[in-house]
C-alpha cells in the first residue's frame, strides 16, 4: 500500500519557468491538500480539495494553480517560478472528517 | 482559529519518559486535539488525537486537562528514533478543515 505519492522528489528549476508537482492517493480519500515548508518553519497550506470536483485556496496560494483530476490525484502547478517559491512541498489526503491526515514525502523544489 | 502554544524545544535521554506540552486556552468546545510528528526529511505522521478524555495508543499517549485548556502528549519510553518536530494542532470536529501547523515543539534525544 504506497499511501500518498509524490512526483518529483527533487526538482530545480530557473526563474520564469513552469512546473507541475504531482500528487496520487491510494486510499479511495476524498480530501486532498497541497502545503508548503520554508527552512525552521512549520506547513503553509497552499490549496486544498475537499472532494473531487472543487478546490479551495488555502492560507498561501498565490502563484500557484491546482487541478483535482480525479479522485487519486490532485496536482500543483506553478505557471512562473520564482525565487520565494523555493521550498518543500507536501501533499496530504484524509478520508472521512475525524481521519488523520496521511502526507506523502514532498517534492524539494529549488528555484534559481 | 484557536491557537496553541508549544516550548519551541525540549530534550530528552534514551529510554526516559517524555511530556510535550501544548496550551489552547482559546479552545473551542468542538474541536479536537491532534498530535502529528515530522521526522527528519519527512512528511508529518500523525501521533493521536482526542477530545475530553485521555487517549492511549501504540505511539503515544494524550493526557487532556479537565478544563480542555492545555494537553500533554506522553511518549513512555523515548527511542533516538523520536527525535523529531512535534505538532499539537485543533481542528474542529466535523467537516474537511484542513490541518494549520505551527512551528512545533522540537525533540532532541540523546542516547
Known amino acids: 500500500n504506497a499511501g500518498v505519492t509524490q512526483t518529483p522528489k527533487f526538482q530545480v528549476l530557473k526563474t520564469g519557468q513552469s512546473m507541475t508537482l504531482q500528487c496520487a492517493q491510494d486510499?479511495?480519500?476524498?480530501?486532498m491538500y497541497w502545503y508548503r515548508q520554508d527552512p525552521g518553519m512549520g506547513l503553509r497550506l497552499i490549496y486544498y480539495?475537499?472532494?473531487?470536483?472543487?478546490?479551495d485556496k488555502g492560507e498561501v496560494p498565490n502563484g500557484y494553480n491546482v487541478s483535482r483530476l480525479n479522485k487519486r490525484e490532485f496536482s500543483l502547478r506553478l505557471e512562473s517560478a520564482a525565487p520565494s517559491q523555493t521550498s518543500v512541498y507536501f501533499c496530504?489526503?484524509?478520508?472521512?472528517?475525524?481521519?488523520?491526515?496521511?502526507f506523502g514525502d514532498g517534492t524539494r523544489l529549488s528555484i534559481l | 482559529d484557536a491557537k496553541t502554544t508549544q516550548p519551541n524545544s525540549m530534550e530528552s535521554n534514551e529510554e526516559e519518559p517524555v511530556h510535550l506540552p501544548c496550551n489552547h486556552s482559546?479552545?473551542?468546545?468542538?474541536?479536537?486535539i491532534h498530535w502529528y510528528r515530522q521526522l527528519p526529511s519527512q512528511g508529518p505522521e500523525y501521533v493521536i488525537h482526542?477530545?475530553?478524555s485521555n487517549v492511549n495508543n501504540r505511539m503515544a499517549s494524550l493526557a487532556i486537562a479537565e478544563d480542555r485548556k492545555s494537553s500533554t502528549l506522553i511518549l513512555h519510553r523515548a527511542t533516538l528514533r523520536d527525535a523529531a518536530v512535534y505538532y499539537c494542532i485543533l481542528r474542529p470536529i466535523s467537516g474537511n478543515t484542513p490541518l494549520v501547523f505551527g512551528k512545533g515543539t522540537r525533540l532532541s534525544v540523546i542516547a
Open positions: 486510499m479511495n480519500h476524498n480530501s
Open positions: 480539495s475537499a472532494s473531487e470536483g472543487t478546490t
Open positions: 496530504a489526503s484524509k478520508g472521512n472528517p475525524n481521519q488523520p491526515q496521511h
Open positions: 482559546t479552545i473551542s468546545g468542538t474541536d479536537y
Open positions: 482526542g477530545l475530553t
